[in-house]
């Protein structure tokens, strides 16, 4: 389990919470709300005391933070039968899904133009440091929330992708380099301008991004039932890795 412990660290690096408090190697993370990774235990490793009290300290650290309890445990991880049995149960109302894919992958797997794909005509590929015009509205909301700018904006080596054309933003992408990992997230295409490959070709552009900053592998999180995101990815090389699930109280 090392190497899980070890890649979901960095996958909570890359993701910046507001609050984000160890509890021995746990982590207990709140960022108003805005996301399930942001807004719960990371329950990799060893939290230092008995798991039923340690589970305490999740709910009292939530209340506190103005959050729901909710717990991210790895699959088959040691954690799993303990919240189990202590009376929590598995967050089938979390509104991206209780069940992500941790998949990762080769960066040299990501081309720019395979199966006759390419930029299409007059559009521009481009990775920033800062988020262009238009890239809030299709990643988060075109008036972002502060815990909104902080978790997209903030962190480690971050670069904000976008495609656009004649001004307009058509795909946006988030990536973070933490290490030799590049952190892939809020992948975003205009229903307008779906199946042009521009999904694709903006991955191609992040990858050479992250390259540049000494990323070797990537790293993505994807609720199970996205089917296109998770088709996507696999064509680009990456696997999955494991599987991690949302856990709350009962009593929520």
Known sequence: MEHITELEQRCADAWPALVDRPLGQWRLRAAGGFTGRANSALTTGNPGLPLADALTEVISFAVANGIKPAAHVVIGAPAENGVAEAGWRIDLEHPGGAESLVMTGPLNGHTAAPNGYATPKSADVTVSDAPPPGWWELAAQANPTPAQRHVLASGPSVGFG??????????????????????VARLAVRPSARRLGLARVLMAGLAAWGRDRGATTCALQV?????????????LGCVEHHRYRYWVPNHS
């Open 162 to 183: 976008a495609v656009t054309r004649d001004g307009e933003v058509l795909a946006v992408v988030r990536g973070a380099v933490v290490g030799d990992l590049l952190h």
């Open 223 to 235: 609720a199970e039932h996205n089917k296109p995101a998770i088709t996507l990815y696999e064509s």
